[in-house]
Nanobody, 113 residues
Framework: QVQLVESGGGLVQAGGSLRLSCTASGINFAIADMAWYRQAPGKQRELVAAITRGGITNYVDSVQGRFTISRDNAKNTVYLQMNSLKPEDTAVYYC???????WGKGTLVTVSS
């Protein structure tokens, strides 16, 4: 069974930075494409960034140039470095192994203006 544990969220002022981590178990992490999603209050969950097993990345336009997704296969962990944070980045952030249905519990990011 896939387990995903996100961490690193918190309260930060606009313009600040946070690094989220997600550790996966129950899958062969090295061959899994991974992604970060977020869900803001009253909105649908949206894809933020993804990274293939080969390290190819893509981002939603609203975070391009500010967020960086990366992975450490030795630690079964995917990261999301978030810089120049804006109040509209406030959301619960979730990671997901793309080919599996399970979700973690998420980590809350709150950006104050």
């Amino acid at each position: 069974q896939v387990q995903l544990v996100e961490s690193g969220g918190g309260l930060v002022q606009a313009g600040g930075s946070l690094r989220l981590s997600c550790t996966a178990s129950g899958i062969n992490f090295a061959i899994a494409d991974m992604a970060w999603y977020r869900q803001a209050p009253g909105k649908q969950r949206e894809l933020v960034a993804a990274i293939t097993r080969g390290g190819i990345t893509n981002y939603v336009d609203s975070v391009q140039g500010r967020f960086t997704i990366s992975r450490d296969n030795a630690k079964n962990t995917v990261y999301l470095q978030m810089n120049s944070l804006k109040p509209e980045d406030t959301a619960v952030y979730y990671c997901k192994a793309v080919s599996w249905p399970e979700w973690g519990k998420g980590t809350l990011v709150t950006v104050s203006s």
